[in-house]
């Protein structure tokens, strides 16, 4: 794409499939927050690709015509889960909440973070992280496996 030159992409980003990647472009941004960075249109003004930012992380979209996943062979998007990590999820609920948005409100979690979940418009989950801790409590007859790596 023109003008991409994947400054400040670092790590992981997500990149989502909708049928409407222009109602998703304004549900993210009111929703979360996300900002617009940009938006590819077909010659019938359907947006077929936009990236936005979650603070300083890519989040890329995908609008799919109804054949895509035909033409490609697969039935369909593959299931995924999205993180975004924040400073208080408590705040990002209120958020998410004066939109309208339902979910699941934030709670402790025994892996040492807070967190609320929200499925999107298409059917994307959402789960907003607040680091609590580095302590795990491991569930009875769970154990910590750590695979031996060179140089990690």
């Known amino acids: 794409m023109a003008g991409n030159d994947n400054a400040g992409f670092r790590g ?29 249109a077909d010659e019938g003004g359907i947006v077929r690709e936009a990236e936005m930012r979650a603070g300083d992380a890519p ?6 015509d109804p054949g895509y996943w035909a033409e490609q062979g697969v039935p369909g998007p593959v299931g995924h889960m999205c ?3 924040v400073d208080n999820v408590d705040a990002q609920w209120e958020r998410i909440r004066a939109a309208g948005v339902n979910g ?20 994307h989950q959402w789960t907003f992280w ?15 496996i750590k695979a031996e790596r060179p140089g990690l």
Do not use: C, N
């Open 59 to 64: 989040v890329s979209l995908h609008g799919a």
């Open 83 to 85: 993180i975004v990590y």
């Open 130 to 144: 607040q680091h609590l801790s580095d302590t795990v409590e491991l569930d009875e007859g769970w154990s910590e």
């Open 12 to 40: 992981i980003g997500p990149y989502l499939y909708y049928e409407d990647a222009a109602a998703a472009l304004e549900w993210l941004a009111e929703a979360f927050g996300f900002t617009e960075v940009a938006r590819y």
């Open 104 to 123: 699941v409100a934030p709670e402790d979690k025994p892996y040492g973070a807070r967190i609320a979940m929200v499925t999107d418009p298409g059917g």
